[in-house]
């Protein structure tokens, strides 16, 4: 008799932890709550567009560990830019940014936990991204090289609370041009890249996230490492505005060359004395 | 009189439940309450015949097989977007300028499509123009007093249990605060500029084919005579690993817009006439002798 309840009682238990676990595929407790609104924060006494390293100015102030051929191609960028040229930065076009430089971040970020995915959506040009966190290695298929990149990431427990506290991430298979910032601090145009990201979130702290970002790539005399640190807005339900860099983008690139629209939307030049495009394939007199 | 061992066996059980109680408090989001909507999705293959790039109804051809309820002057304005395509022009269709495509065109999904199910909202990724991410905001709030208007628009939804087998099925959504322009496909069938178009959907899985995704859809808007509802159908794709193509329209795009007129970029770079006899740009901001 004794035997018979209690294998019913064992059997009773079981039913209930089968339907608990069966249930509940997603234990979102495990991970930290990155929900909300998040954007860059503001350095004291630094200025201007968001750098790499958020501590020192952008350009020239980064101190780029860049090979002197890439160093060359920086102070270049600079030159073009100061006499009106985009010099090294492709986000005029509404190009991507690209990693690493969309982690500055340019625009408002949401982070969605899932656990296959941590999709990383930032309101810029093209910045979003997806970090497989499903335990896949590195395609074996050579996969179309994308400015995001392909990115795998782990959770961690840091601190063995039974929580991720952390998110361990590499990305491969860029593709180019990028640059680290609006300076136009260049990526070596073979596109190698491989970057490294500890986005660490503290519990004490818990309207802040840090990132960690390595960058190793054959521009650099050797890996760039600095830390990101993004704020949580503390709004319950934030707006997140739309940016459509091609709605009313004054650039118009013609055979490599940029030109500006003017107010009444015909062709000027970008840069002092910039010659027109050439329009050998009009047979009529030009208007 | 309860036998020790039955009372044991009440305790254990109660003393399992809070355990289990406890562990339910902590798990705030029971994603097996939900339809398994993981993976890639595609449109759906069209009926045999059907004709066109992406309709917005995707059981008949695109342009005027569409039969879209429009009133005469928006009749108008999409046979001229016609017109202008027979002859090399973009017509009304925005996507050439790269350009969102918006709400409701974006559904008709021109490049593949990732759902994402969380408590409060559920999100659509669709990378084609702009990386759109639709918010279907299912947290129960109400429409917000002062929106900025976007391409996507801001939407609400609510899931239900249809069927009362414990299991939302269906998501129900209305999306409104849009801005323009827009049309509903590539033809250029136009929507109304003052963008006050509602789209309502009930998006849920096939009872059949749990790969199979409908998204019942009904466009309210100005340039129509009555609201115009169509039935789409999206694809899972069955690979493990998805791979998500990158869409940056800019990077590919072999169109020029100077002002209002379009121009093709040639292979080797230069600009050339998108339309027989077209005129070049005007260029009297140069000070220089043309090249």
Redesign the interface.
Known sequence: ??FR??I??CM??AA??TM?S????????KYPNL?GQWVRARVPGVTGQPSYDPTRRQGLEQHAPLKPEFQAVLEANIRDQAVGGQGGDPTF????PGMPRIMNPYGAMEI?V?P?TT?I?IEHI???R?I?TDG?TW?EEP??P???GYSLGTWIDTDGDGRYDTLEVETRYLRGPRAFDAAGIPLHPDNESVIRERIHWNKDDPDKLTNEITTIDNALTHPWTVTKTYVREAVE?P????E????GNGH?????QNYF??G??????AKK??????????K?T?? | ML????I??IA??TA??AV?MT??G????????YPNL?GQWLRARPPAGVRGQGPFDPDKSGGRAQQAPLTPGYQARFEASLADQAVGGPGLWTGA????VGMPAMMTLFRPMEI?V?P?TT?I?IDH???S?R?IYTDG?DW?ED??P???GYSIGKWLDTDGDGRFDTLEVETRNLKGPRTFEPSGIPLHEDNQTIVRERIYLDKADPDLLHDDMTVIDHALTRPWTVAKKFRRDKVE?A????D????HNGL?????DMYY??A??????SKK????????????P??
Not at chain 1, 252 to 256: E, Q, R
Not at chain 2, 248 to 251: H, R
Request: hydrophobic share 35%; proline share 8%; net charge negative.
């Open positions: 008799m004794m309840s209690l019913g009682t009773l238990a209930l932890f608990l069966e249930a509940r595929a997603f234990d979102e407790s929900k076009m509404c190009i991507s969605l899932t296959e999709h959506l093209h910045d979003s997806r497989f896949r395609p996969v179309d994308t400015f995001q339900r707006e997140w505005y739309e459509v860099c091609t709605e118009v690139g013609i055979a490599g629209l003017s009444d939307g015909l062709l000027m030049p004395g910039q010659a027109p495009p050439d329009l050998r394939y009009f009529q030009q208007k | 036998s020790r061992s039955s044991g066996a254990l059980v399992l439940s289990l562990i339910d902590a798990r705030a989001f029971d994603d097996a309450l993981k300028r790269c350009l969102p994402i969380l409060e999100y990724r123009i702009r990386e991410r918010r709030r917000p929106p900025q976007s391409f996507d690993h791979i998500w193509p990158e940056i329209c800019p990077d020029v817009f100077i002002g209002n970029e040639s080797d770079g230069l600009l050339m006439p006899g077209q005129e070049p740009p005007d260029l009297r901001y140069f000070s220089q043309k090249k």
